[in-house]
C-alpha cells in the first residue's frame, strides 16, 4: 500500500512523539515512585519545573539524551533501565522489564511491594504466580 503524503511526514518528522517516548516516560514514572521522589522534588533536582518531568513522564515532550543521563543519575538507577536492551545494563543490575499489561501505576506498586518483600516471600510470590499461570520453568 502506498503511503500518503502525510503518513510519510509523519514518519520523517523527527520530533513527532513514538511509541518508545511513552514507555521511556512510564519508566521514568516508576523510577521516580521507587526512588520516593515526587516530581517536584526530583525536578528541583534538576533545576526543571514539575511540569516538565510530567511532560516527560506522560511521553508529550522527547528526552534528550544528556537529559536522560541527569534523569538516571538523579533516579540512581544505571542507563540501561530505561531500555530494553539487556546489554545496555551495568553489571549485576537486575533486568528491568516492564509488567506488560498493566497501568504503570500498578506496575509500580508490584514492583515497589517485591522490592520491599523479603527475598524468601519473592521467591514465593514469584512462585505462585508461575504456579498460577501454568508458566513454571522448574
Do not use: C, W
Amino acid at each position: 500500500m502506498a503511503a500518503t503524503g502525510s503518513d510519510k511526514s509523519a514518519k520523517h518528522n523527527p520530533r513527532a512523539i513514538t511509541d518508545f517516548d511513552v514507555e521511556l516516560g512510564e519508566r521514568i514514572r516508576i523510577a521516580r515512585k521507587l526512588a520516593g521522589l515526587t516530581q517536584t522534588a526530583l525536578a528541583d533536582k534538576l533545576g526543571l519545573t514539575f511540569q516538565q518531568i510530567q511532560k516527560y513522564e506522560l511521553g508529550r515532550n522527547r528526552i534528550a539524551a544528556g537529559r536522560l543521563v541527569e534523569l538516571a543519575e538523579a533516579l540512581g538507577k544505571p542507563l540501561g533501565f530505561f531500555y530494553d536492551n539487556p546489554a545496555a545494563f551495568e553489571p549485576g543490575e537486575p533486568i528491568f522489564q516492564p509488567l506488560k499489561g498493566l497501568d504503570p501505576d500498578t506496575a509500580q506498586r508490584v514492583l515497589t511491594a517485591l522490592e520491599r518483600a523479603d527475598p524468601k516471600v519473592r521467591r514465593s510470590i514469584v512462585q505462585m504466580i508461575e504456579t498460577v499461570t501454568n508458566q513454571s520453568d522448574s
